[in-house]
């Protein structure tokens, strides 16, 4: 689809940068990864608006991972982030991937018994120095690595689970299908750190990349911790939604 025809009304009281922004995210549609869009010149000519709105437009697509910046060449478009869907559904990453049509990937990196030291002991409720197994696993996207996410889980709730299969098989479809544990709710802490050495080289960015760091514990509807997880995500592949929920005073207004 062509930007040819496309106008920028000036008399609603919509947003300009916006509308050129919708404009744009619809030619994006269009395109292929690596395509050029149209000079920021040429786009404050045809939709006769200022340079600043049209860099911010821009610079909304480029942080949505929809267009790439080449300092001296241009403005490209690109894939779009992942997308999780991170408060209001509790999806495996394999299953949400796919919603998302890209194709999920899991490489184990370690497999084995450790003991629960004070702050895994305390998200699943178990005592300290408690077997736990221990999952390291490279996440990807479309054969690009999204996530580094190591898990915890009490080893006399998963016995047996160190002969099984986690490459193919997903561990939240193990632990319901093999250990009736179906797991229910989460709680999620999130923030944004610099990537430590190890797992900046396995998401093949550099040490000191921003990357979102996230602690996971997941229930199952009797309230039984069973899996605490910790996870660095590439901060330029990954866009999170979280969704906001009326509180129980705003919801009786």
């Not at 010149?41 to 267009?67: K, M, P, W």
């Not at 998963?158 to 009736?180: C, E, K, M, S």
């Not at 802490?189 to 040490?207: C, G, H, N, S, Y």
Request: glycine share 6%; proline share 5%.
């Amino acid at each position: 689809m062509s930007l040819n025809g496309k106008r920028i009304d000036k008399t609603t009281p919509i947003p300009l940068y916006y509308q050129l922004k919708q404009h744009l995210k619809e030619h994006i549609n269009h395109c292929r990864v690596g395509d050029a869009i149209p000079t920021e010149n040429e786009l404050c000519e045809q939709f006769d608006v200022s340079r600043t709105t049209v860099r911010q437009a821009i610079a909304e697509l480029v942080s949505e991972g929809h267009l790439v910046r080449s300092t001296g060449k241009g403005t490209f478009v690109t894939k779009p982030k992942v997308q999780r869907d991170f408060v209001h559904a509790l999806q495996s990453f394999n299953e949400e991937m796919r919603n998302h049509g890209h194709i999920p990937g899991t490489t184990v990196l370690s497999f084995a018994p450790v003991s629960a030291n004070e702050t895994v002991a305390e998200q699943l409720r178990i005592n300290e120095g408690d077997e736990t197994v221990f999952l390291r696993r490279l996440r990807s996207a479309d054969g690009k690595p999204v996530m580094i996410v190591n898990t915890f889980l009490p080893g006399s709730r998963v016995p047996g689970l160190l002969d099984l299969d986690l490459t193919a098989n997903g561990l939240h479809d193990t632990l319901r299908d093999v250990y009736g544990l179906d797991l229910v709710r989460g709680t999620r802490a999130v923030e944004a750190i610099a990537a430590p050495e190890q797992e900046a080289e396995l998401l093949q960015i550099k040490p000191g990349d921003p990357v979102q760091y996230i602690e996971s514990t997941f229930f199952t509807d009797a309230d039984l911790a069973v899996e605490f997880s910790t996870a660095w995500y590439r901060g330029d592949h990954s866009r999170f939604v979280i969704q906001l929920l009326p509180s129980t005073r705003w919801s009786r207004q």
